[in-house]
């Protein structure tokens, strides 16, 4: 670990400096107000209700307050720690004591019986925060590895079997894949009044042609025989963010078991896509079959193609090429997922917006021919209103999922993932340097572009924007919290998530030069981490405040301030799990410091050419650093393990 001391002067701490740390202190009292108003004496949440039956909903509640931990780990007050704690083990003893229509409860052995991955893949957020924040919690240890082993070859779940290398169900969890039955509404809301539209028409070669046939509650009963017949059974590709939970497990222990799962789980479904033609299919019978259960068809299956279409089907391949690179280093892995967005981009259709811009409308489904009259906003539609259907392809629209593209650049760092990103801009809408003061989903997503303009020079006031905006968002919710009198209007699976004041994405892209973790199940992917060298905890310490300036190939550039009134230390972790290493360091100041070559210039942070993991810096109050680093990224082995956990200092 190499060390340096900060001798240049902050006497007037920029203003992000100022709105980061303010930030943090207003998030860490804006959650007391909200566990106070919201949870009950011991942080329970007040749903489900005693006498509800059903398995949906879990993974909502705990939506309410998967961020803290990270909050936490990025250098917030412990008591969003002690929070979140408090509220996970009350959501797990009311969701152990809550039914399901299949004779156990809706949590089985602290995890979700039985449930798909778009959802458990949100509800386990909580889980791999807590690895950041608290990876010396003996009960956060223990549920990691506990979770993987569900899906372990030799699991009694049942749900992996390792010579097909299929996951057996699209529907799994800590009971297996067989309590999977769409009949039994509680289970599945997925009747006729489920927004088929809006989603699409999976089944057009059966007796459905259009998406009003599954909207009439006569068609019902066949409806779900028809989901029982063919998304009952099975793996899909939602079923790779299963890789978060086994890199989960690996990063607090360094079993190769976990890694080697990955990369084997990953190949299956590589080999599935070559198979194919080079399209990922959406569904894979138990045999390994593609089309097993669709007659043959490669699209069709459950979160398919044909149902919400690249949304769903994106996810899986991008979480899981993201972990194997974390595990492996080889960035080859990237080609799964680029090869799938190159897809959609070559059957693209360019459209102009003005005499400068056009946007590609690329297609986000796969389907049967046959009437695509339905509401389907924003997308290139025939002259009478039918949605344009055009060799297979449909809903051609502007690249609507950014963390995809976006995820490929951060990982690869290669020039042409970043033009690919520039590819898919939708110049008839996006605004690449604008912040609005509320995010546009659940997911705090919408201002992916508008970092990467600031990374590229473009918007300097970007982080006075994005702290302005974020501190609105959370005002927001404190001005709701005094409507509603320290009581919720309305208690359903939701009101935690629509009412919890924390935000973090803001705090992740300029702390950490991070993007928004995929929120259906992807992990942290970060430039650096910051710990507090003399409280010996994760995050910055009071007062300090970072800011990632520069994100390249080559590395980084990153400034900390001390806006406080103590000196303060901060050690600096190459990547989130210390997955990179440092390899020339090159500080403001201009006194030797201790590794520097002794004339104040570039410090070749390095033993050889083995560079170093972290560093570590020494704040005076009142100072500041500003870094320009070398990287090399994915070279060494991740895990959750502190700085201090090998070095002893």
Not at 556 to 585: D, I, P, S
Not at 619 to 646: C, K, Q, T
Request: with cysteine; proline share 5%.
């Amino acid at each position: 670990m190499r060390e340096f001391e900060a001798t240049a002067e902050a006497t007037r701490p920029p203003t992000w400096a100022h709105k980061q740390r303010a930030l943090f202190d207003l998030t860490a009292d804006a959650v007391d107000r909200f566990v106070d108003d919201y949870t009950g004496p011991d942080g329970e949440p007040f749903w489900p209700p005693d006498d509800h039956v059903g398995v949906d909903g879990f993974d909502d509640v705990v939506e309410g307050f998967y961020n803290w931990p990270l909050l936490y780990a990025m250098g917030g007050d412990e008591r969003l720690l002690d929070h979140a704690r408090r509220a996970y083990e009350a959501a797990l003893e009311r969701g152990a004591a809550t039914e399901t229509p299949f004779g156990h409860p809706m949590v089985v052995d602290e995890f979700e019986q039985c449930r798909d991955w778009f959802h458990l893949g949100e509800g386990n957020l909580y889980t791999y925060n807590m690895g950041l924040a608290a990876p010396d919690d003996d009960a956060v240890i223990d549920r990691a590895t506990k979770f993987a082993e569900f899906y372990t070859a030799d699991s009694e779940t049942g749900n992996y079997d390792a010579d097909e290398r299929v996951v057996r169900g699209p529907m799994n969890g800590s009971t297996g894949p067989e309590f999977c039955d769409f009949s039994a509404y509680e289970h599945h809301p997925y009747g006729a009044d489920y927004r088929w539209a809006r989603h699409g028409l999976p089944w057009r070669d059966l007796e459905f042609d259009e998406a009003a046939d599954l909207l009439d509650p006569a068609n019902e009963e066949r409806l779900f025989e028809v989901l029982n017949e063919r998304c009952a059974k099975g793996d899909i590709p939602l079923n790779l963010n299963i890789t978060s939970l086994m890199t989960n497990a690996y990063l607090h222990t360094g079993d190769d078991d976990y890694r080697e799962w990955v990369t084997d789980y990953l190949d299956a479904w590589r080999e599935r896509t070559a198979e194919n033609g080079g399209i990922i299919p959406d569904n894979v019978g138990r045999s390994g079959e593609i089309g097993e259960y669709t007659d043959g068809s490669w699209y069709g299956g459950y979160y398919g193609w044909s149902w919400g279409g690249w949304h769903y089907v994106g996810i899986g391949p991008t979480v899981a090429a993201e972990n194997a690179v974390l595990l492996e280093g080889d960035r080859e892995y990237l080609d799964f997922p680029r090869s799938q967005l190159d897809v959609l981009i070559e059957n693209g259709i360019e459209v102009a917006e003005d005499d400068v811009h056009s946007t590609l409308y690329i297609p986000h489904k796969y389907g049967d021919e046959g009437d695509y009259h339905y509401d389907a906003s924003g997308v290139l539609t025939e002259d009478d209103g039918e949605v344009l259907w055009r060799d297979g392809w449909y809903e051609f629209q502007p690249h609507t999922d950014d963390p995809y593209a976006v995820h490929l650049w951060y990982m690869s760092m290669r020039e042409e993932d970043r033009k690919r990103v520039r590819r898919l801009r939708d110049w008839g809408k996006q605004d690449w340097q604008r912040v609005d003061p509320r995010a546009k989903t659940k997911h705090d997503d919408g201002h992916e572009y508008a970092w990467l303009a600031y990374l590229d020079g473009e918007f300097p006031d970007y982080p006075d924007r994005i702290f302005d905006a974020t501190r609105e968002h959370v005002d927001e919710r404190l001005r709701l919290f005094d409507a509603e009198g320290n009581e919720p209007a309305t208690v359903d699976e939701d009101y935690l998530r629509d009412r919890n004041p924390a935000f973090h994405k803001a705090l992740l892209q300029l702390t950490m030069g991070a993007p928004q973790p995929v929120y259906y199940g992807g992990l942290v992917m970060a430039q650096v981490r910051h710990f507090d060298a003399r409280r010996e905890r994760p995050g910055l310490p009071t007062g300090v405040a970072a800011l990632v300036e520069s994100v390249t190939s080559d590395g980084l550039e990153l400034t900390l301030v001390n806006t406080g009134a103590r000196r303060e230390e901060v050690v600096v972790q190459a990547g989130a799990y210390g997955e990179h290493r440092f390899t020339t360091v090159e500080t403001d100041g201009t006194e030797p410091r201790v590794g520097d070559d002794g004339d104040g210039g570039t410090d070749s942070a390095s033993d050889g050419d083995e560079g170093t993991d972290a560093l570590r810096v020494r704040l005076p109050a009142g100072s500041r650093m500003s870094i320009r680093a070398g990287l090399d990224r994915f070279v060494d082995d991740p895990s959750y393990d502190h700085p201090w956990s090998e070095t002893g200092s």
